[in-house]
């Protein structure tokens, strides 16, 4: 079968036929998602990228959607599912309860990225485990449940940090909390979406005016876009949470963390490119005096894919329209110079590029 | 009344009479505890120190033991007693529930620090809803009640804060756990101590050899000592814990950030008075994908005094003669010269001094 | 204005005209839901009915929809809004937090049922503090996002509760956990999607063939139907949840707890209105050897009105049509005669009844 | 070498010379206790006691202290350990992260229990993993652990679970929360010392008199006692906790429950021997209205040893001669009759009766 492989850590892709076929049932994949992950490996600029064992290359892609081929056990014929992108060790205690994002080995396979063969293939065969049933009225964003869980996961572990306090309002409710959200790729978007869901004040940021589409998509779900192209300017304990989302440069955490409140907390879930984060004598004084938590944030499972989903339907009503705003560009598999450059570098304006296979 | 005084931001300490009574059962103090914040105030070099209202001057001191001089509701004449030093804003979720140590709006007062007069006096009166009972048995030791309670409430947040996942080992305790604590001044001892007590293995660290005093203690107590005079030198993935409790340079966390484990945890008590963190790109990645989480740890309250005097109850019988390891020295409160020098610089192999009160 | 009021204890319902106003922005009354505790109130039964200090009758009504009439600070004229009817006592900590549920006290006000004026009433006045957004999309459903939020907070606490060990499968999900919903009223369904939802396998039962209307929701949404009639018959360790939602005699909680596995939860929602729990000598030697949890589940909050609502939207797409079935009447406030009769019986194959404004 | 064995579900012991060998470190037995775990066993009456697997007798015993014949990894020669007494089915997620105490499968192990050889033998052979380091200082009343970490594992579930809501009061602390433990046998007093110890106001109850010894233990650790041989007669809402200790007839629970206050939790600990829990309507509608919890409570482990091992540590020096007073017999290995005798009737003022091996 057709599939798209690379050989880590050399740079490019292959349009390949691969014979491979482990256990599981048999899914028809209908798309496929790309991410920043995918195009550094493509790159050759992800350290932790491998090959599984036994093989030279490796089946890239981790965002996918396909069709179920044959009755299993929990999912029939047709069902319409997402697999879970990581798996883990099988030893630590942490992948035992189904939680490799805390794997403490390490030893964790990630498909597409590390030690296991990707979606981006005619046909994958997977313990139903590990697969996410999507509802039909999602289909066309729910590729977009993948990176989603990834902050589903992010926003249940900042709330059980917080739980160190009282990080609610006097109803019970986030209303009174303030947050921002730098970045405005799929991640900084959707994050901010979530954080408005669970009942943030939220103001997403980037160092430029933000695009017609985001414009339409900031004024929908009633975000604040904020434009730090001359820097962050915001008043003392103005925020607290703080979510880097922009993968850019290491800057942009010390010129935010200052404006973080008492208690509050910085997510780093960006891939820091470039940059050193310094802290100052002052800020780490302060670091202290305001009991301010910085956490490193990755990874969700399969209970975040599924809260995804259903975050998914939800928006997809409440913000008519957004679907398309999100869903940016869809190539076709046959067209595979425009997928090749779709590979190798973001497109001005994407917010999510899919892959369709026939 | 005598009373110890300061007018911050000015420096230098007077011994002064005062006619301050406020509202409360009385309290003869017995003995002060001196310490590293306590010295800040004197040299005029702690910003937030504050007097308070109607006053331009501050009483210093917020370690004291007392003995109650008349009965009350909860206490009789005569039980000793250790009053909490912090007390809440009356209005932030976090001060109603007691938790003035995660007060939102940042109006807290703290004894002989900011905004309430300190326990370095003859007499105080206070709320009994303020303060702790020391057990008999160890009133020689129980100054270190209110620096341990800070780190008894700085455990009880890491623990909260680690439940982000599985942080225990398979017999569901922490004896596979690693810990560094860096600094081995009465915090970096106390740390260690509590973390032993946890079941850590514990690893105390200082830019020098130890003094003698100081091996007693870590023999006695089970700990390993590392000197990093020459720099740190570890395993990578050694630590699952690291506390900065020396409050020197800020080169001591990027020094030791590197060998912390996935979802390793990084606490910083410190009060750090000169460097910058740096944390160049590679380290800021490792932090996302390692899921590490760095918090800032201050101050304990009611709760933490209790548990602090059970756990000094148990240390004093679990490993004998240690009181009289930790209590470095004794100054009498008409022994004006040797207090002026005691408050104004840490004297060398000093873990604890306290005042003694006739 | 018009409204619907009683005179506790004495049983009936007058229609009158009130001249109420109290603080808070001016809401008009779209619609009302009429639940068992109105009927409870209306026939007399309730003992903790009270009408508001001053008055001598109470205005009935606890679930309202309605329309924002003027610009508020969050609100604006034309929102669509639900108001939270329990309000609480402004001592005790939970209450300060938030949290009345879970009320210290017992001083809270709940509307149109104790001390505090209900909603059916052409106008309310209220503070936005207690206004909780309707998505529009939903606003036909958006009456039973009350009851729901019942059970959103029970949910939540079960769930906490359940923190006490790992209430998870090896997937981290739910989906391999069994529960038993006891009652096919409004309150049974709601709990049976809610559970459905989190992932659960869900059965619920009543002592009857399911009708029409029923059967349709849960062929809908893959609930299994369990006719005990001739009572309860499943295999030891049947269930890790059982929520009793039926309000009907004590008698099905024995019949069911034999039912519930290791660290199983018996959920006690309903309110029962004959009979006595008896447990025997064996089975509480099981409950304590199967280390099971029995808990009083009541009244949900703000954030769990949000929740409510989320879930509404979820479901209206997720279920095409149940919106329609879950609304099984609706009257017209004209209609006096099918009030009054709505208000002292349940019909047959009742879900929920509406009443609606002009 | 020398056992006390059983064969369940035969009534009676035998002292037997058993040739049995297991895996793991040697270990020489200094004592064990008996409690009444060992008399249902003797008796007879403990549906679940069961002999190992290939067995047809079962070595008695689940209390014990040894001392360690040979090094280990972490233990030397020469060290006081206590094993601990349940074993994982190896199987659930509960057993596989060392809480067997909540084992889903059911096919746990319990040392002189189910299917696992117990202690009440010259030695034992174990892993190191399963053994709890006896501090020196307390041997004498160490015994005392295994019954204790039951109670350390029971008020971290009930704290646990108790975080449904704020749980404590305006200063953080447990001092406004009431509590009621029932019975005055070994679990009755612990239980009451160490809800003392956690900052509770305690009052210990029993059908009669207390005894000499008795009040010696109340008076020291300021427990207040509740002679209840007429009934229980309180104010409504006069508890936050009642804990069922006295293993004895169902009444109890009824007679109580009506006492808690909003919010109220009750845990059942003790193996009730006869009667039926009978909960009418009204305290059922309570039960819901207040938010009430019951529930089951067992087993300690590993980390519940050793804060066992902690608080008898603080416990000896706070309450002097508290060790004389809970030991309350002690017998020689060679006077069989006698411990015949002890391990079929509890004696007259019996609080922990040990077995001296030689």
Known sequence: MQAITVKPPGAGITFQNVDYKNKGIKIKILENGICGTDREIVKGQLNSA?????FNYLILGHEAIGIVMEDGNTFKKGDIVMPVNRRGCGKCLNCLVGRPDFCETGNFVEAGIKGMHGFMREYIYDDEKYLVRVPADIKNMA??????????????EIINIQKRMIWKCSDNTFHCLHALVIGTGTIGILFSLLLKTYGFDVTIANRRDAHEKELKIFNMTDLKYYNSANGYNFDNNSFDLIIEASGSSADVISQTLVFLKNNGIFGLFGFIRSGELGINTHMLQDFVYKSIAMVGLINGQKPHFEMAMDHLMQWKYMYPGIDKLLITDEIQISDREKITTALSEKSKDEIKTKILWD
């Open 50 to 54: 491998a090959v599984p064992a036994g």
């Open 143 to 156: 590729i977009l449940a993948q990176p989603l869980a990834d902050l589903e996961k992010s926003m249940d």
